[in-house]
């Protein structure tokens, strides 16, 4: 079991490191200088405690107010979340080269066909379910696939259902669920003596990323995925997606911009 320091148990990896939001931390640190400011003109020591106390929090979990994620995101102009990187932009543009052609060179699709090839859905399918199924075993193949000790790695749920994945207490990555990582994880395994290692970390994102998002079995329950139009929160905002979930435990697979051009299931 990954023995985790106090101040790794307080932090949200969901709100701080690389995925810090900056408009939630401006709106936090703003309420926390007007407390600190409050309480200082009655005792100045108070209002220093409060200061160090609340920047603290804002360090630690990214934000010191209940939901400010969704205050944010409610209240604050479309103008004012462009000055820190946060309007609605276009989707991000895919790695170069033909995904299809990428993957049935790999050997997981059979010619141009989009549906896994059955020899690999197979094997994957199998070592999804056993990933997945075991919580040690998930971290010690994610140490296996980051060359670092599987005692470094620590998997959290995330507020919106997913899950993020931590090395050294460091924000490596997040998924729509723990099914999802186990799946990306399979992929690396099988296909580390094809190449797939020597490809770089986008390209091999986003290839794992359309492998679990044709699968049409469920590696947490083995019941049949559906394919659906949804709408994703974040902080500060929501998007489109087209979505692969499980009909029965509703384990959430993939999330793909519903944009024709872009690969994915029922495009």
């Given at each position: 079991?990954?023995?985790?320091?106090?101040?790794?148990?307080?932090?949200?990896?969901?709100?701080?490191?690389?995925?810090?939001?900056?408009?939630?931390?401006?709106?936090?640190?703003?309420?926390?200088?007007?407390?600190?400011?409050?309480?200082?003109?009655?005792?100045?020591?108070?209002?220093?405690?409060?200061?160090?106390?609340?920047?603290?929090?804002?360090?630690?979990?990214?934000?010191?107010?209940?939901?400010?994620?969704?205050?944010?995101?409610?209240?604050?102009s479309s103008r004012v979340l462009a000055w820190f990187g946060k309007a609605p932009t276009t989707p991000t543009e895919p790695p170069e080269g033909d995904p299809v052609e990428k993957?049935?060179?790999?050997?997981v699709l059979e010619d141009d066909e989009t549906a896994l090839a059955p020899a690999f859905e197979r094997r994957w399918h199998d070592t999804s379910a056993g990933i997945a199924a075991?919580?040690?075993?998930?971290?010690?193949?994610?140490?296996?696939?980051?060359?670092?000790?599987?005692?470094?790695?620590?998997?959290?749920?995330?507020?919106?259902?997913?899950?993020?994945?931590?090395?050294?207490?460091?924000?490596?990555?997040?998924?729509?669920?723990?099914?999802?990582?186990?799946?990306?994880?399979?992929?690396?395994?099988?296909?580390?003596?094809?190449?797939?290692?020597?490809?770089?970390?986008?390209?091999?994102?986003?290839?794992?990323?359309?492998?679990?998002?044709?699968?049409?079995?469920?590696?947490?329950?083995?019941?049949?995925?559906?394919?659906?139009?949804?709408?994703?929160?974040?902080?500060?905002?929501?998007?489109?997606?087209?979505?692969?979930?499980?009909?029965?435990?509703?384990?959430?697979?993939?999330?793909?911009?519903?944009?024709?051009?872009?690969?994915a299931p029922g495009s």
């Amino acid at each position: 079991m990954a023995r985790r320091s106090p101040l790794a148990r307080l932090r949200q990896p969901n709100y701080t490191g690389e995925n810090r939001c900056l408009p939630c931390t401006v709106v936090n640190l703003v309420l926390v200088a007007v407390v600190a400011a409050a309480a200082g003109l009655f005792a100045p020591l108070a209002g220093l405690t409060v200061a160090t106390l609340g920047a603290g929090a804002v360090w630690l979990r990214g934000y010191v107010v209940p939901g400010t994620p969704e205050l944010t995101k409610r209240y604050l102009s479309s103008r004012v979340l462009a000055w820190f990187g946060k309007a609605p932009t276009t989707p991000t543009e895919p790695p170069e080269g033909d995904p299809v052609e990428k993957l049935v060179a790999l050997g997981v699709l059979e010619d141009d066909e989009t549906a896994l090839a059955p020899a690999f859905e197979r094997r994957w399918h199998d070592t999804s379910a056993g990933i997945a199924a075991d919580p040690d075993q998930l971290r010690a193949t994610a140490g296996a696939v980051l060359s670092v000790d599987a005692d470094a790695v620590a998997v959290d749920r995330s507020s919106g259902g997913g899950v993020t994945l931590t090395v050294n207490d460091g924000w490596t990555g997040s998924w729509p669920s723990r099914g999802a990582l186990a799946a990306d994880l399979a992929t690396e395994r099988l296909l580390a003596d094809r190449g797939f290692a020597e490809l770089d970390r986008l390209d091999r994102t986003d290839l794992a990323a359309r492998v679990r998002g044709l699968t049409e079995r469920c590696p947490v329950c083995d019941s049949p995925t559906d394919v659906t139009d949804d709408t994703v929160e974040s902080c500060c905002g929501s998007a489109e997606v087209v979505a692969v979930a499980c009909t029965g435990c509703g384990t959430r697979m993939a999330e793909f911009d519903p944009s024709p051009a872009v690969f994915a299931p029922g495009s």
